[in-house]
């Protein structure tokens, strides 16, 4: 997925700030496709308020590793999708992965958040156990419904029969708080409370801060999402209150209050905020809401803490895959078991809950009810028997020299394509254990080393019950990528959110990143040729502003030095194809240190 010149701008910002630590505001925003910024803005909501009063419930400062997977309303991988998480940010390869290492999070609280072209914003909140992974679905917001600023209503089925209704009363504005007037795009999904598949669509978690700024976890109703967007493709947001109609589950319209607390998904903060009231008129509940993004009608319930790890109760290990559903008062909350067998969360305290485990085929293979209750932070260990043996596959996985991968991951799909599981690889080893419908299983193997971008040829194993599976990331050059050699040394790759472009007559620029810094390259000259090192460009020249690897550069000392980088374009064609920048020489580290550097960027060209 190419960047438009916006985007340009915004990742090659973000790979500055990263990398020289000039952090202008407290909250990096980028370009997405439902923006938080005026919603923040002009509904009311104290984000500050409720970031003061998270602080009390977070936790201390932690690092953890997370893989994270970002899919469509098809179940499809999303490939360039931004996923933000801690202080880092990654963009989904092909598979829609992201991968995570040492990220700074909370002890009881990280926060994920993902945006693509073209999709709603997602999220997820996770109670870090060290190594977690994660789904977010994105909604696509091109199968939207028109209607006019002045006003009007929109509907969408649900699969019970009631419709959700959105009654506008007219007034919109966009993204700089200025009257819209026209056509608007209206874009509406409903969320069944009681659906598994919630778990990985809905924002956040079933977490939230109430009205009097206390924690606590959510029992829903039914959530909605809306999006507004303008003929142009700007974010837009009503200026007038709207009536929103969700249907009841009706599953829960026997004990369905008369009237339940509203709450809108707050993006800056990652938690869901009492806002409103919703009244049950029977068959719905209705309430009037004054902007729109994510909506849910909730009961709320004091919180702790919780996570259990699944183990096969013959051998001991870990179970993956495995879904866990909780279920009290008419409310269902789902997990599902990461690598390690474990899964985490929020769950309502001092109530009497259901326990179930789930294997593959749709079996509950295990019920603890009752569950709880439960007045602190609880973590256990729940031994299983499958119905068939468990199922393991482990190995080794080496680059292209054979050494063992340090940053990468591997996916494990059965042969219908459905994943089963992803391993962080940071030792050169990976293993995956679960459960089968039925044996021998048919286990398909992807993965990729982060550090080089060479990928693992697919590979197929039958376990029956296991197998091993030793890889090797040595399948071809990434499409793009910036790498250079320091000092003769190893080469080193740039291959995350890699762009670039020309700004007529003569400026350009071209950007990729590690998982931990970034190289910008810019110049003021676009014909072919070699040029000098000049940080001023007051010449015809190019220059590094910033640089991936571990020591940075200093662009300013390594003007005029003896020796300094020489670049060489070798190719610039139209949009679409590559540009190629060969370069070498001498330049400063931002140590003062004289270093030498030889290596080449292989762009494409975005506009």
């Not at 700074?104 to 997820?124: K, L």
């Not at 959110?497 to 620029?509: A, E």
């Not at 001023?536 to 003896?562: K, M, Q, R």
Request: proline share 5%; aromatic share 10%; with cysteine.
């Amino acid at each position: 997925m190419k960047k438009s010149l916006k985007k340009y701008v915004t990742l090659c910002s973000l790979v500055l700030i990263s990398i020289l630590a000039c952090q202008k505001e407290e909250q990096i925003v980028q370009e997405t496709s439902s923006s938080n910024q005026i919603t923040q803005k002009y509904e009311g909501v104290d984000s500050d308020e409720i970031k003061n009063a998270l602080q009390h419930y977070k936790g201390r400062e932690t690092e953890g590793n997370f893989i994270g997977r970002v899919i469509d309303d098809n179940q499809q991988p999303i490939a360039g999708a931004i996923v933000t998480l801690g202080n880092q940010q990654e963009i989904t390869d092909a598979n829609g992965i992201v991968v995570f290492f040492g990220a700074i999070v909370n002890e009881n609280f990280a926060y994920a958040q993902a945006s693509a072209a073209g999709y709603t914003n997602g999220s997820r909140v996770m109670v870090p156990t060290g190594n977690d992974s994660f789904t977010i679905q994105l909604f696509s917001i091109e199968n939207s419904q028109i209607i006019e600023s002045s006003g009007g209503e929109v509907q969408i089925d649900t699969e019970f029969g009631e419709p959700v209704t959105v009654r506008f009363n007219g007034g919109f504005m966009d993204e700089n708080g200025n009257p819209y007037y026209g056509a608007v795009n209206v874009s509406v999904n409903y969320l069944d409370p009681l659906a598994a598949e919630t778990a990985n669509t809905m924002p956040g978690e079933l977490y939230g801060i109430d009205a009097n700024f206390q924690e606590v976890v959510l029992g829903s109703y039914g959530m909605v999402n809306v999006a507004l967007v303008g003929s142009g493709g700007q974010n837009l947001q009503i200026t007038n209150p709207a009536e929103l109609e969700i249907p009841i589950h009706p599953a829960q319209q026997a004990t369905a209050p008369s009237q339940v607390p509203m709450w809108s998904f707050n993006e800056d903060t990652g938690v869901w905020f009492e806002e409103t009231v919703a009244y049950n008129t029977g068959s719905h509940f209705v309430a009037q809401v004054n902007h729109f993004s994510f909506w849910n009608c909730d009961a709320p319930f004091p919180v702790v803490n919780f996570d259990a790890t699944v183990i096969d109760s013959g051998t001991g290990a870990p179970l993956a895959g495995l879904q866990v559903k909780i279920t009290y008062g008419g409310f269902a909350r789902y997990a599902y078991t990461n690598s390690s067998g474990v899964v985490s969360g929020k769950i309502p305290s001092n109530q009497t809950m259901i326990l179930e485990i789930i294997d593959e085929c749709g079996t509950v293979i295990h019920t603890i009810n009752p569950f709880g209750p439960y007045s602190g932070a609880t973590s256990i260990t729940i031994p299983v028997t499958l119905a068939t043996a468990p199922v393991s596959v482990s190995g080794t996985m080496v680059d292209c020299s054979g050494v063992p991968v340090t940053n990468g991951y591997v996916t494990y799909k059965n042969s219908a394509g459905q994943l089963l599981g992803t391993f962080i690889v940071t030792g050169g080893t990976h293993s995956y254990s679960g459960a089968a419908c039925a044996l021998p299983l048919t286990v398909i193997l992807d993965g990729i080393d982060n550090n080089t971008g060479q990928a693992v040829s697919t590979t197929t194993v039958i376990a029956n019950p296991t197998a091993t599976a030793n890889l090797i990331a040595c399948g071809g050059t990434p499409s793009e990528y910036i790498r250079y050699s320091i000092n003769g040394g190893t080469i080193q790759y740039d291959i995350l959110y890699p762009g670039g472009g020309i700004q007529p007559p003569n400026s350009i620029g071209m950007y990729a990143s590690n998982p931990t810094l970034g190289t910008y390259m810019y110049g003021n000259v676009v014909a072919l040729g070699t040029y000098p090192f000049d940080h001023s460009l007051s010449i015809p020249a190019l220059a590094f502003e910033a640089f991936g690897d571990v020591n940075g550069i200093d662009p300013v000392a390594t003007t005029g030095t003896a020796g300094a980088i020489q670049f060489t374009i070798t190719n610039m064609g139209p949009v679409g194809t590559y540009m190629d920048v060969s370069f070498s020489g001498n330049y400063i580290d931002a140590s003062g240190v004289l270093r030498t550097i030889n290596g080449d960027a292989h762009i494409i060209r975005d506009f």
